[in-house]
């Protein structure tokens, strides 16, 4: 842990939206593909999302699919997460990890990690 940096979590009602967002700690840091992941209270850490680093395609968990849009802005060495139609069983800290190859949905396949960032979505 420590490469990469989320941002943008935070409170939020019940159907709402947010934006969470992720940066390496240094410039030149590039993955092949990156994702998503997320731990709720009192379990484990599961797949959210992974993109490739053309941004082109991307694979989701079916409990987001149609909801959340992951996406990647290469000149800014970004990688985002947006989410709509917020729900609480989306309360959980959310990481963003890097990958050596697309469609990674398990935890050993991700070499990079950030620290999380909380999301708590309620009425």
């Known amino acids: 842990q420590g490469q990469l940096v989320e941002s943008g979590g935070g409170w939020v009602q019940t159907g709402g939206s947010l934006r969470l967002a992720c940066t390496p700690t240094t410039p030149t840091f590039r993955s092949y593909a990156m994702g998503w992941f997320r731990r709720a209270p009192g379990k484990g850490r599961e797949f959210v999302a992974t993109?490739?680093?053309?941004?082109?395609?991307?694979f989701y968990s079916p409990s987001v699919e149609g909801r959340f849009t992951i996406s990647r802005d290469n000149a800014k060495n970004t990688m985002y997460l947006q989410m709509n139609s917020l729900q609480p069983e989306d309360t959980a800290v959310y990481y963003c990890?890097?990958?050596?190859?697309?469609?990674?949905?398990?935890?050993?396949?991700?070499?990079?990690w950030g620290q999380g960032t909380q999301v708590t979505v309620s009425s």
């Open positions: 990890a890097a990958a050596r190859e697309f469609a990674a949905v398990l935890e050993y396949e991700y070499y990079a």
């Open positions: 993109i490739k680093l053309g941004g082109g395609d991307a």
